[in-house]
Antibody, heavy 123, light 111 residues
Framework: EVQLLGSGGALVQPGGSLRLSCAAS????????MSWVRQAPGKGLEWVST????????YYKDSVKGRFTISRDNSKNTLYLQMNTLRADDTAIYYC????????????????WGQGTLVTVSS | QSVLTQPPSVSGAPGQRVTISCSGS?????????VQWYQHLPGTVPKLLIYGDSYRPSGVPDRFSGSKSGTSASLAITGLQAGDEADYYC???????????FGGGTRLTVL
C-alpha cells in the first residue's frame, strides 16, 4: 500500500524558512518522480514543484523559483521542500504527491497524495 | 485566476447524470496535453479519478468518465450518489508556463 507521510509544517514569520518532509513507503521510491502541490485556505489546488526519480531534474512554479528547493534522498525514501523567504501568500496545506512516471513528463499525473502539512506565514 | 476554467459548482439529484467542464487554451489542453481529474472529498486527500483524458485507475467505478475535445475537457458522473459530494479538479500541462496546471475546482452537491 502506498503511503506518503508529510511533516514539517508550522507557523513562520514572513521572510522565514521552513523545510517540509514526506516519508514514502509501499512503492519503489526512486522509480517515481515526486511533487509538492499546495492548497491555500478556501482555494483550489496549485502545483508547486516536481523532481525526477533520480533527483537530477527539477521543475518549479514561477512564483517559488529561487525561494523553494525540492530534493529527495532515495536511500531514505524521503522527499523534501526547503522553503526560504516565505510570504503570506505561501500559506497553504502542502501535499506531497507521487507521480506515475520516473521522469518529469508532460503526461505525468499525481496518482497518490499524502495527508498534507499546514504552513502558515504570518507575523 | 486559474489557467483551466471550471464552473464553481454543479448539482444533481441522486441517480442523475452531471458533467463538469474544464476549459483551457492552445498552450495546454488545445496542444493535446492530457487531462487528469481528481476528486477531493471533505477531510481526505485528493484522489486520482481519471488520467490520460479518459482512463480510470483501478478501483474507480465506471460511473466516472472523461472526455476531451479541442481546448476543453469534461468529467461525467452517472448514477449520482451522496458519497460523490466533493470538489473535483481538472489538471494538465501548460507549455507557456512550463509546468502543471489545475482548474479552480468544482464543488458537486448531491441534492
Amino acid at each position: 500500500e502506498v503511503q506518503l507521510l508529510g511533516s514539517g509544517g508550522a507557523l513562520v514569520q514572513p521572510g522565514g524558512s521552513l523545510r517540509l518532509s514526506c516519508a514514502a513507503s509501499g512503492f519503489t521510491f526512486s522509480g517515481h518522480a515526486m511533487s509538492w502541490v499546495r492548497q491555500a485556505p478556501g482555494k483550489g489546488l496549485e502545483w508547486v514543484s516536481t523532481i525526477s526519480g533520480s533527483g537530477g531534474n527539477t521543475y518549479y512554479k514561477d512564483s517559488v523559483k529561487g525561494r523553494f528547493t525540492i530534493s529527495r534522498d532515495n536511500s531514505k525514501n524521503t522527499l523534501y521542500l526547503q522553503m526560504n523567504t516565505l510570504r503570506a501568500d505561501d500559506t497553504a496545506i502542502y501535499y506531497c504527491a507521487k507521480m506515475s512516471l520516473s521522469y518529469i513528463g508532460v503526461t505525468g499525473n499525481f496518482d497518490y497524495w499524502g495527508q498534507g502539512t499546514l504552513v502558515t506565514v504570518s507575523s | 485566476q486559474s489557467v483551466l476554467t471550471q464552473p464553481p459548482s454543479v448539482s444533481g439529484a441522486p441517480g442523475q447524470r452531471v458533467t463538469i467542464s474544464c476549459s483551457g487554451s492552445s498552450s495546454n489542453i488545445g496542444s493535446g496535453y492530457v487531462v487528469q481529474w481528481y476528486q477531493h472529498l471533505p477531510g481526505t486527500v485528493p484522489k486520482l479519478l481519471i488520467y490520460g483524458d479518459s482512463y480510470r485507475p483501478s478501483g474507480v467505478p465506471d460511473r466516472f468518465s472523461g472526455s476531451k475535445s479541442g481546448t476543453s475537457a469534461s468529467l461525467a458522473i452517472t448514477g449520482l450518489q451522496a458519497g460523490d459530494e466533493a470538489d473535483y479538479y481538472c489538471q494538465s500541462y501548460d507549455s507557456s508556463l512550463t509546468g502543471f496546471v489545475f482548474g479552480g475546482g468544482t464543488r458537486l452537491t448531491v441534492l
